[in-house]
Nanobody, 122 residues
Framework: QVQLVESGGGLVQAGGSLRLSCAAS????????LAWFRQAPGKEREFVGV????????SYATSVKGRFTISRDNAKNMAYLQMNSLKPEDTAVYYC???????????????WGQGSQVTVSS
């Protein structure tokens, strides 16, 4: 099993930046693909981005491409979501998740964190 804990969320003004962290424990973190998802009130969970096991490959949702960056440090069992130029529509609970497949589909991921709230004010 893998345990994931997100941190770093909060309230920020539009145009600002936040960095979310995802701390992993349990099985070998580097064996897993890691993705970020988000869920806004009343909406379905949506894909944000994904990073490969080594960190050499990433892919992002169109809505965040060019503004968000995913990175990971396997030596520290950590992953990050750097969010720049935030918009009110980025307001959501953000989740990190790990799995075996480089995918944008949430069912592909086996372990999830508890989520971190990000609120962007206009």
């Amino acid at each position: 099993q893998v345990q994931l804990v997100e941190s770093g969320g909060g309230l920020v003004q539009a145009g600002g930046s936040l960095r979310l962290s995802c701390a992993a424990s349990g099985r070998t973190f580097s064996a897993y693909v890691l993705a970020w998802f988000r869920q806004a009130p009343g909406k379905e969970r949506e894909f944000v981005g994904v990073i490969s096991r080594s960190g050499g490959s990433t892919s992002y949702a169109t809505s965040v491409k060019g503004r968000f960056t995913i990175s990971r440090d396997n030596a520290k069992n950590m992953a990050y979501l750097q969010m720049n130029s935030l918009k009110p529509e980025d307001t959501a609970v953000y989740y990190c998740a790990v799995g075996s497949v480089f995918s944008f589909r949430s069912p592909s991921y086996d372990y999830w964190g508890q989520g971190s709230q990000v609120t962007v004010s206009s």
